[in-house]
């Protein structure tokens, strides 16, 4: 064992040599004209989906790797130097991450909102920050939401599309084709949507307080799913019956992963559009709503 | 929780029909936070029939009566109802499906069967079925390579393969066991089958019926029709009689991929298996055994690595009872009032068809005319792969095309039925809904592959109406 004068003395041995060695480095510096610039550009690491990257060298069977590849998102056959991971995997791993970060932390565009022609509202949460660390405040709307909420959407609807951003921004884009095609599907069984409430800094549970006060037979909230490092624009539609802040969470049912790698977005608005017909036939949701 | 699927398959094949029941296990594999997936989890054969001869009346039609009693008596002894049936499939195969009564003997049997039991036909199809009871789609699949089937039966040997669980390639040589007959009591040949005649001849053998069965000269046969059966696979160079014993002339054996596993079923594989037991090789009648030792023995099939076939004499059975049948995606969109469908011909799209509607509209209308008989237009369900993840637009724009193209399909009372590749047919069936003047009937699904000239059945919906079994065949008779 080392005692601590020694590592003291050890240390500052190496630092001295760190500087001694820094010092002497502005003269072995590549001179300032000697600068290459090349036109080109650095690759996009995310330009190839993980599925398609292949590093291992010599595998036993290259083909039916692949297979298994293109069955996950999961970061297989990657490869490593000795214990860590390639330059490729990190520089695509913090790519993935760097997205996931911008879902997170990004603000859906006021502009889009008006675009949508939503109602637009938000939670008692003033910040992101603020809801990002206070999931309470992100179920509760705030006064003036409630009172144009309670002004513009019809009473007693039988079902209310909301849509929320949640914890990714970017899950926006799915949108523009899910809506619609939740909106044909159930005008093709007899039931008519009233205007959209969007809810800024919204998690879930937001979807109880609205159905309360607008006395609405079913809701369903289109919102952000947190992102993962597969992708950050997964969405989810959580539905209930009679929603109520007293409910429990087992009164939801949900349909997640829809985004164009999971279920895409128009097939999955058509198949949500059926499951709020049985859930208003049967009026029940959640883990009662046997599928 | 798991549904249940009751099938029977029912082989009448060149020397012997069977029958086995099977029941085949759906259950939905979704985490119930998402869509639905609804997948075959298992299939378990529960009751083996007997293995019959095939009874035939004269050289040239099969006992349709006699083949039903055989029928009736499999049911009455498995404890099966035929209204108890979801699902199954009736294979004619070999020889005797070239005999003159084979097509209303399929038909007749399969209206017989049960309602939803399919009839299946064809040296490709055959291969294709009897391959998945052998095993072999698995077995490429679980150890991530090829594996091929040979399935040499009385009259024919149907060579399917496949790559990591896919079909890859599939074909037919007129070599069998029964090709030539021997009575086991006088010794002689009583029957030699033109084309195997020829092949004696061309390996310069003299054969004719009613010769004394010579041990020798009937093994140097065997061994010309093994020889055969190794050049289909590229193991020995051609020879120039090898084109006559295509069952399909021109349809050679197509390996895509090197075949790096190899296993035999029918009747003949269980004398590939096992080593000679010493018994009479006449016994059953033919040169069966003798054809299963020159294939044990063949050099040239033994460089391949083998496998054990998960089925042998039953395989076809098997497949025809247990693997023909598979589900629709499970976000589909269809009017149950027009379910079953039978045997509606493929009217197959290209990508570059169903790039948008109007071009998808102007493709049906210029197909459709093919499939006109006598003026009259049958029912065809339109294939295309379909865009991965389209957008609304996209599915409102292939809806229109989809309709104004089948517009004389629709007038002539027919529904609408249409069959993609990829996830779409949910949004796709609701944006023909809404667009679908009067009454007319709409069967979408997904997750089938088709191929023009296939055929299709569409069976009635199970998992609480979210799939829709289905099978896909190739040509029926030509």
Redesign the interface.
Known sequence: MFSEPDVRQLVTAVLAELLAEDKAAPSAAVAPDAVLVEDGQVPDVTAVSTKDEFHVPNPA?R???L?VKQKTVARLGVWRAGPRYNTWSMLHFRADHATAQDAVFSDVDDAYVQAQGFVAGQTVCQSKDEFLTRPDLGRRLNDETKERFARELPRGAKVTLMVGDGLSSSAQVNV??LL??IK??L??LGISLGPVPYVKYCRVGAMDELGALIDSEVVCLLIGERPGLATGESMSAYMAYRPDPDKPESWRT????IY????????????I??LLKRILDEKVSGVGLV? | MADRLVSVGIDVGTTTTQVVFSHIMVE?LSS?????RIEIVDKRIVYRGQIHFTPLLDDDAIDLAGVARIVEREYAQAGVAKDQLDTGAVVITGQTARRRNASEVLHHLSDYAGDFVVAVAGPRQEAVIAGRGAGADVYSKVH??TAGNYDIGGGTSNFALFD?GRLAAASCLDIGGRLVQVDPATRRITAVVDKTARLAQFVGLDLAVGQPADLARLERLAEAMADLLAMSLGLLPKSAFYPQILTEPGRDVVLPRPLKNLSFSGGVADHVYAPPDGGDPFRYGDIGVLLGQAVRRSPALAQVHRFAAAETIRATVVGAGSHTVELSGS?I?YDADQLPLKSLPILKLSVAETANGALTAEAIQNKLDWFQVDGQRPAVAIAFAGP?????A??QDLAAGLLAGARDLLAAGHPLVVITEN?????L???I??RLPGRSGLVCVDAVRVEEGDYVDIGTPTA?GRVLPVVVKTLLFA
């Open positions: 069977n083909e039916a790797y297979d523009p084709d619609p095609a044909q599907g005008a093709g949900v349909v997640s992963n164009s790698g999971g279920t895409g977005p128009a097939e999955a608005g058509a198949h559009a059926t599928l | 939905d119930g936070f998402t869509v639905p991530g390579s990591q976000t969109e991965r993840s389209p957008s609304f996209q599915a996830d779409l047919a949910k949004i069936g609701q944006s809904r809404s609480q």
